[in-house]
């Protein structure tokens, strides 16, 4: 079964420092999506980057970068230089086919 | 143009009670999936519709169901309301059906909360 694992609960940062997300995913498939996506108070979820697991080279979205690793299914986010609109919930995600597999989020707190 | 659009944006029903809960997606998709997000879990897939059809449901219980209209905005029913219904429901809209590999544009939500 496809599964995603996001072992942090919750995580800090002072402002304009650099942190990293930690993602774990299972899958048998070859050829698969990864996401993280965004939920700040507002509850809607946003978009943050996209992997194909075909691409070896690792997305980068302007202060969002991914350390995408396929064979030890690790898929971490780094935010750099982090500002105060980062402080949301973090939820990684599997692509399988028709639906994503979510993990159970990260809080991420930034400290001014 | 306007993004995925949910109402109510809170809802408080009775247990053993029928929640309808509204979404409309983006202008152009036919797609409208349906995500339950319980308080400290993440997302679980629970219905995709398209083109007026149910393609594919999570794992629950037949008492959540739905449907999608003409103009491709769908409902969410749960009826017999139990306490462990309560979540934040969400609604999204994909331009591809049936492929979460584009991006999904999700909606704001609609808290319920069964009392």
């Known amino acids: 079964a496809q599964t995603v694992t996001q072992s942090q609960p919750e995580m800090s940062v002072q402002e304009a420092e650099t942190v990293t997300l930690s993602c774990t995913y299972d899958t048998s498939e070859s050829d698969y999506y990864l996401f993280w996506y965004k939920q700040p108070p507002s509850r809607q979820m946003i978009l943050v980057i996209r992997q194909e697991a075909y691409k070896q080279q690792n997305a980068t979205e302007n202060r969002f970068s991914v350390n995408f690793q396929k064979a030890a299914k690790s898929f971490s986010l780094k935010i750099s230089d982090s500002q105060l609109g980062d402080a949301a919930m973090y939820f990684c995600?599997?692509?399988?086919?028709?639906?994503?597999?979510f993990g159970t989020g990260t809080r991420l707190q930034v400290f001014p | 143009e306007a993004g995925v659009t949910q109402s109510p944006t809170h809802l408080i029903k009775t247990r053993g009670q029928q929640a309808t809960l509204r979404c409309s997606p983006i202008s152009g998709h036919t797609s409208v999936y349906w995500y339950q997000q319980a308080l400290g879990l993440g997302l679980q897939f629970l219905l995709w519709y398209d083109e007026g059809e149910e393609r594919n449901r999570g794992n629950f219980p037949p008492r959540f169901s739905g449907r999608q209209f003409p103009n491709y905005s769908s409902e969410l029913n749960v009826n017999a309301l139990e306490l462990e219904d309560s979540a934040l429901y969400l609604c999204?809209?994909?331009?591809?059906?049936?492929?979460?590999?584009?991006?999904?544009?999700f909606g704001q939500g609609t808290r319920l909360t069964v009392v």
């Open positions: 999204a809209s994909s331009l591809v059906p049936g492929h979460m590999n584009t991006e999904a544009f």
């Open positions: 995600a599997y692509s399988l086919a028709d639906k994503l597999i």
